[in-house]
Nanobody, 115 residues
Framework: QVQLMESGGGFVQAGGSLRLSCAAS????????FDWYRQAPGKQREFVAT???????DYTDSVKGRFTISRENAKNTIALQMNSLKPEDTAVYYC?????????WGQGTQVTVSS
């Protein structure tokens, strides 16, 4: 059974940093492509970052140079390091993985950035 659990969210002032974690169970994070998405109040869920099995990353333009996605094999987690946070980064952040046509999501973690 595949399960994802996000953690690390919180309240931070603009310019601050947070590190989110997505802990996976039932699978090895080394074998799949993982994504981070976010959903702000009243808005659709949007793509934030992706990490392939070969270590290739990609980001939405608004977070390039500020966010870094990485794989922590020893912990079987996917991390999202977020620096220079802005109020517009405020959202619930979710990780996901697609396996054999099924998409699995975690429950999300809230990030709030004050101005």
């Amino acid at each position: 059974q595949v399960q994802l659990m996000e953690s690390g969210g919180g309240f931070v002032q603009a310019g601050g940093s947070l590190r989110l974690s997505c802990a996976a169970s039932g699978i090895s994070v080394n074998n799949y492509i993982f994504d981070w998405y976010r959903q702000a109040p009243g808005k659709q869920r949007e793509f934030v970052a992706t990490l392939t099995t070969s270590g290739v990353t990609d980001y939405t333009d608004s977070v390039k140079g500020r966010f870094t996605i990485s794989r922590e094999n020893a912990k079987n987690t996917i991390a999202l390091q977020m620096n220079s946070l802005k109020p517009e980064d405020t959202a619930v952040y979710y990780c996901n993985v697609a396996i054999n046509g099924n998409i699995y999501w975690g429950q999300g973690t809230q990030v709030t950035v004050s101005s």
